[in-house]
């Protein structure tokens, strides 16, 4: 994948920061980096990671620093599914978002992104309506996984 820079404005809205100076494994856990990159913000209050998660050297809220391809956009989605069919499956994807038509529409507008395992879970719901071969995303990107 391409190389990206972490960037204390790729750190999402509330995520959970560590303070854990003793961890050996903190140059590549992306808590502890957000940490790093906004401490400079002037911010009292938010979420932490607490000292107990770190337990013999090794911590439950470890999330490795990597890049991941993100997609949005569903305007081909729905290609290969037969016509009379097409209601059933797009009911079925936006049911996968399991709040209401909001989460479907941000995502399908590129305001929110898909992980590889949402993409993966999507293409498992449309492979009961048709084959999913050449079905793609409207739009990739690559970018940070925070977990």
């Given at each position: 994948m391409e190389e990206k820079e972490l960037k204390a404005k790729d750190i999402p809205m509330g995520y959970a920061l560590c303070f854990n100076d003793a961890c050996k494994r903190k140059d590549t856990c992306m808590h502890y980096l957000a940490q790093v990159l906004?401490?400079?913000q002037d911010q009292h209050i938010g979420q932490a990671i607490y000292p107990t998660a770190w337990q013999k050297g090794d911590c439950p809220c470890y999330c490795e620093k990597k890049l991941i391809k993100k997609a949005?956009?569903?305007?081909?989605?729905?290609?290969n599914v037969p016509r009379h069919k097409i209601a059933e499956a797009r009911q079925c994807v936006r049911s996968y978002f399991s709040a209401g038509m909001g989460p479907y529409y941000r995502v399908h507008h590129g305001e929110n992104m898909l992980s590889p395992k949402q993409q993966d879970d999507i293409m498992q719901i449309l492979s009961q309506f048709g084959s999913t071969e050449g079905i793609q995303f409207d739009h990739y990107e690559t970018d940070w996984d925070f977990g």
């Open positions: 906004t401490s400079h949005w956009g569903f305007s081909n989605l729905y290609d």
